[in-house]
C-alpha cells in the first residue's frame, strides 16, 4: 500500500479517536463526573418552628397571681353566725389569674403593727383557688375565739387586706355595720372556690 494512503488512514483514525475523547469529556466534565446540569432534590421540610406564622406559639405556663387592680373586694359579718365575716373577691379584669403563690388573706387589723392573721389550716383546698373572669373567691374570718369582750377587742368599720408578703394592704369597708373583733385570736380561711365551702367555717 502506497505511503500516502496508510498516512491519510492515520490521520483519519486519529481524528476519529480525538473527537470520540472530546465527547466523553463534554459528557463526563473532568474526573470522569457528570458536567451536565444536576437537579437537586431538596430535603423534607423540618417541623415549623413555634411562632413562625404556621403553628400557633405554645400557650403560657398559667395564669398570672392575682392582683388588687383585677379584684372587687367586699366584706360584711354573717347573718346568724357569730364572730364570722366573710370576705369576698371578685375578678372584673379580663385575664383569669389565681392565688398559688398566697393561698390565703393576709389581713390586719387593728394599728397595721400586728402579724397578719394565721390561717386555718384545715381549710386549705387541694389545689389553689383560680379565678376567671367575673368569678368570685371566699374567705370566712373568724372574728374572734371565745370571751365576752377584753382590752384588745374593737369594732372595726374596715380592715387591710393583702394578696402577697411585703405587699400593701388594701383597705377593705364593711358592708353593713361595724364588727367587733380580737386581733389575738382572730384566724381565716383558705380563698374558696365558693361560698358553700367557705361557709362550714
Not at 373586694?73 to 371578685?90: E, K, N, S
Not at 390565703?104 to 400586728?114: A, Q, S, V
Not at 372595726?156 to 411585703?166: E, K, T, Y
Amino acid at each position: 500500500m502506497p505511503f500516502t494512503a496508510l498516512r491519510s488512514r492515520a490521520a483519519a483514525a486519529g481524528l476519529l479517536v480525538a473527537a470520540v475523547l472530546a465527547l466523553a469529556t463534554a459528557c463526563h466534565g473532568y474526573g470522569g463526573r457528570a458536567g451536565g446540569p444536576v437537579t437537586a432534590v431538596s430535603p423534607a421540610p423540618d417541623h415549623p418552628a413555634p411562632g413562625d406564622g404556621q403553628n400557633p406559639p405554645p400557650a403560657p405556663g398559667g395564669p398570672a397571681a392575682c392582683t388588687p387592680e383585677m379584684l372587687k373586694f367586699h366584706a360584711g359579718a354573717m347573718p346568724r353566725r357569730h364572730h364570722r365575716m366573710l370576705l369576698t373577691v371578685t375578678n372584673i379584669s379580663d385575664r383569669t389569674c389565681d392565688f398559688a403563690a398566697q393561698r390565703y388573706p393576709l389581713l390586719r387589723f387593728g394599728d397595721g403593727r400586728r402579724p397578719a392573721l394565721p390561717a386555718i389550716p384545715g381549710s386549705r383546698p387541694f389545689s389553689p383557688v383560680a379565678l376567671k373572669p367575673d368569678a368570685t373567691a371566699y374567705a370566712m374570718v373568724v372574728t374572734r375565739n371565745g370571751g365576752r369582750g377584753g382590752p384588745d377587742h374593737h369594732r372595726i368599720s374596715q380592715f387591710g387586706v393583702a394578696l402577697a408578703a411585703r405587699s400593701a394592704p388594701v383597705q377593705v369597708g364593711l358592708d353593713g355595720p361595724p364588727v367587733r373583733v380580737d386581733p389575738r385570736t382572730a384566724t381565716v380561711t383558705y380563698w374558696q372556690p365558693s361560698r358553700a365551702a367557705a361557709r362550714p367555717w
